[in-house]
């Protein structure tokens, strides 16, 4: 069970506060977003783009703040840590009669983070795709038919998934020096596109003053994009699978949380998106596009952004230093969230949730390697698809948020199971918080239902696929669960002598240990 067999054996505790932080930013790699999503956004609702990023971070924030109270009172949590939290919350509970849906808790977190951490790496892919042909368009115009945009995501796919079947993770210097670089590239292009706009006030601009950046126009336009910026602030909870590797996790892992994403939400990312649209106007054109209309049928709006920046001397050198600082962040999160997907499959796996093979370590590298391969060989079939056309990157990207608005949500009930009743609890990590996390990741989902009716044609149409990927996945997990109780015999729920069977018993509550 995952209540027992939560730290894995093996893992060193060398990481400090910094370490933490760091490991878990590399996930979140604030450098790529803005290049990478700035299409996909500049579609439907772009103005109210700040916004949307803004209204983000706030239920990122709200369910970090869950995470890391739960982290505290649980530092015991290793791999697949969402999943441990899901059950040992119910577990440890006094007697009460609900304590048998622990496993049913357990295996919907679980499944539900699928959706999010099973999509997710192939999202990066095919955002590596387009950024790798970009660069290579330089050197040969023309590039990038289907074929070989398909060809990139399967070699990236191939080389993201040999580093981590033989076990090779950066190094927090390594991660450091990374996020260094990706952060500077693309502070520097704020600065230049605010500076821009300062020295040419004649052009016509999409927002007219700073103010407007800020505000939302348009409801169904800030609903959609709200359900897309999610994307750019995921991550965070990746700091809570260190644990194992942390010098005092009860202390360090609930800090590196918030702070992996305060440094890149907070700081980064309102900076970064607050430029790019207080600078797009009539002066960006393709065909008979303009601003934001045209940013939205551009491979690489920031890079042609870059370019007009730099103009015929620097203009090219500055695109492809910022597509070059993009690739190296996408390498580091590639690699993290795959890592971060197959730890979350090797501890179902270990627990039997998922087949037994996905929690065999490798008997040399000992790593999860079949999940390793299964996971690589999704994400070069995603990034694929994705890599096409800005639709099919919007629906991909969609079905990961959905799975994201699941489990944040589910985080966020369960860290209320787990602390209540509880003396001397931190009030806003423990009660205010993942309630307010609940009702919006919730509102999220609501509002994925409700542009999949009111949207326009293309947003409506990648809302329903994207949703009815989501439903049948949850479809096949509730089958899964039925069709190993009727062949195997393995209950939905715990039977009411589980806990005397493994030995659990209910924790007492005291001290401080309580998310404060």
Same mark, same amino acid.
């Given at each position: 069970?995952?209540?027992?067999?939560?730290?894995?054996?093996?893992?060193?505790?060398?990481?400090?506060?910094?370490?933490?932080?760091?490991?878990?930013?590399?996930?979140?790699?604030?450098?790529?977003?803005?290049?990478?999503?700035?299409?996909?956004?500049?579609?439907?609702?772009?103005?109210?783009?700040?916004?949307?990023?803004?209204?983000?971070?706030?239920?990122?924030?709200?369910?970090?703040?869950?995470?890391?109270?739960?982290?505290?009172?649980?530092?015991?949590?290793?791999?697949?840590?969402?999943?441990?939290?899901?059950?040992?919350?119910?577990?440890?509970?006094?007697?009460?009669?609900?304590?048998?849906?622990?496993?049913?808790?357990?295996?919907?977190?679980?499944?539900?983070?699928?959706?999010?951490?099973?999509?997710?790496?192939?999202?990066?892919?095919?955002?590596?795709?387009?950024?790798?042909?970009?660069?290579?368009?330089?050197?040969?115009?023309?590039?990038?038919?289907?074929?070989?945009?398909?060809?990139?995501?399967?070699?990236?796919?191939?080389?993201?998934?040999?580093?981590?079947?033989?076990?090779?993770?950066?190094?927090?210097?390594?991660?450091?020096?990374?996020?260094?670089?990706?952060?500077?590239?693309?502070?520097?292009?704020?600065?230049?596109?605010?500076?821009?706009?300062?020295?040419?006030?004649?052009?016509?601009?999409?927002?007219?003053?700073?103010?407007?950046?800020?505000?939302?126009?348009?409801?169904? =336009?800030? $609903?959609?994009?709200?359900?897309?910026?999610?994307?750019?602030?995921? /991550?965070?909870?990746?700091? %809570? @699978?260190? *644990? +194992?590797?942390?010098?005092?996790?009860?202390?360090?892992?609930?800090?590196?949380?918030?702070?992996?994403?305060?440094?890149?939400?907070?700081?980064?990312?309102?900076?970064?998106?607050?430029?790019?649209?207080?600078?797009?106007?009539?002066?960006?054109?393709?065909?008979?596009?303009?601003?934001?209309?045209?940013?939205? =049928?551009? $491979?690489?709006?920031?890079?042609?952004?870059?370019?007009?920046?730099? /103009?015929?001397?620097?203009? %090219? @050198?500055? *695109? +492809?230093?910022?597509?070059?600082?993009?690739?190296?962040?996408?390498?580091?999160?590639?690699?993290?969230?795959?890592?971060?997907?197959?730890?979350?499959?090797?501890?179902?796996?270990?627990?039997?949730?998922?087949?037994?093979?996905?929690?065999?370590?490798?008997?040399?590298?000992?790593?999860?390697?079949?999940?390793?391969?299964?996971?690589?060989?999704?994400?070069?079939?995603?990034?694929?698809?994705?890599?096409?056309?800005?639709?099919?990157?919007?629906?991909?990207?969609?079905?990961?948020?959905?799975?994201?608005?699941?489990?944040?949500?589910?985080?966020?009930?369960?860290?209320?199971?787990?602390?209540?009743?509880?003396?001397?609890?931190?009030?806003?990590?423990?009660?205010?918080?993942?309630?307010?996390?609940?009702?919006?990741?919730?509102?999220?989902?609501?509002?994925?239902?409700?542009?999949?009716?009111?949207?326009?044609?293309?947003?409506?149409?990648?809302?329903?696929?994207?949703?009815?990927?989501?439903?049948?996945?949850?479809?096949?997990?509730?089958?899964?669960?039925?069709?190993?109780?009727?062949?195997?015999?393995?209950?939905?729920?715990?039977?009411?002598?589980?806990?005397?069977?493994?030995?659990?018993?209910?924790?007492?509550?005291?001290?401080?240990?309580?998310?404060?």
């Amino acid at each position: 069970m995952a209540a027992q067999a939560s730290t894995d054996t093996g893992m060193k505790p060398t990481l400090g506060l910094t370490g933490v932080t760091i490991n878990a930013m590399a996930l979140i790699a604030p450098g790529a977003f803005l290049w990478t999503t700035f299409q996909s956004q500049a579609g439907t609702g772009a103005t109210s783009m700040w916004s949307s990023v803004f209204v983000a971070t706030v239920i990122a924030l709200l369910t970090a703040l869950a995470y890391a109270a739960l982290a505290k009172r649980y530092p015991e949590a290793g791999t697949g840590s969402s999943y441990y939290f899901a059950e040992v919350a119910v577990l440890h509970k006094e007697e009460h009669k609900y304590f048998k849906f622990a496993r049913l808790s357990k295996f919907l977190v679980g499944w539900a983070s699928h959706l999010y951490y099973w999509v997710y790496p192939g999202v990066m892919v095919a955002f590596m795709g387009s950024v790798i042909a970009y660069i290579i368009g330089f050197f040969v115009p023309g590039f990038g038919t289907p074929v070989q945009l398909i060809t990139i995501c399967i070699v990236f796919s191939i080389i993201v998934g040999a580093i981590a079947y033989i076990g090779v993770t950066g190094s927090t210097v390594a991660n450091i020096v990374i996020n260094i670089i990706q952060i500077l590239a693309l502070l520097v292009f704020s600065i230049v596109a605010i500076v821009f706009r300062l020295n040419h006030p004649f052009y016509h601009y999409a927002h007219p003053s700073a103010l407007s950046v800020l505000i939302p126009h348009d409801g169904n =336009g800030f $609903i959609y994009q709200s359900t897309i910026a999610i994307l750019l602030v995921v /991550g965070f909870e990746s700091a %809570t @699978a260190l *644990a +194992a590797e942390a010098k005092n996790p009860q202390r360090d892992v609930p800090r590196g949380v918030l702070l992996s994403l305060i440094i890149q939400a907070v700081i980064f990312y309102f900076f970064e998106y607050f430029a790019a649209n207080f600078v797009m106007g009539d002066f960006y054109k393709s065909g008979k596009t303009v601003g934001f209309d045209a940013a939205a =049928g551009s $491979i690489a709006p920031i890079g042609d952004l870059a370019q007009i920046f730099g /103009g015929s001397s620097f203009g %090219t @050198a500055f *695109a +492809a230093i910022l597509a070059v600082s993009v690739v190296i962040a996408l390498l580091g999160t590639a690699l993290s969230c795959l890592n971060t997907g197959v730890r979350v499959t090797y501890a179902m796996g270990k627990d039997t949730e998922l087949p037994a093979v996905f929690g065999f370590l490798h008997g040399r590298f000992r790593t999860p390697h079949v999940g390793v391969i299964v996971l690589t060989v999704i994400s070069a079939v995603i990034g694929s698809y994705g890599v096409l056309s800005s639709n099919n990157l919007v629906q991909v990207a969609l079905i990961s948020n959905i799975g994201t608005f699941i489990l944040y949500g589910l985080t966020c009930i369960v860290c209320l199971i787990a602390f209540a009743g509880m003396p001397k609890r931190g009030i806003l990590n423990t009660l205010i918080a993942p309630i307010a996390g609940a009702i919006l990741n919730v509102a999220m989902l609501l509002g994925v239902i409700y542009f999949a009716i009111v949207g326009n044609s293309d947003a409506q149409r990648n809302v329903i696929i994207a949703g009815i990927f989501a439903i049948a996945w949850l479809v096949i997990g509730f089958a899964f669960l039925f069709f190993r109780k009727v062949t195997k015999g393995i209950p939905i729920l715990h039977a009411e002598d589980y806990k005397q069977n493994v030995g659990i018993t209910p924790e007492v509550s005291v001290g401080t240990a309580s998310g404060e």
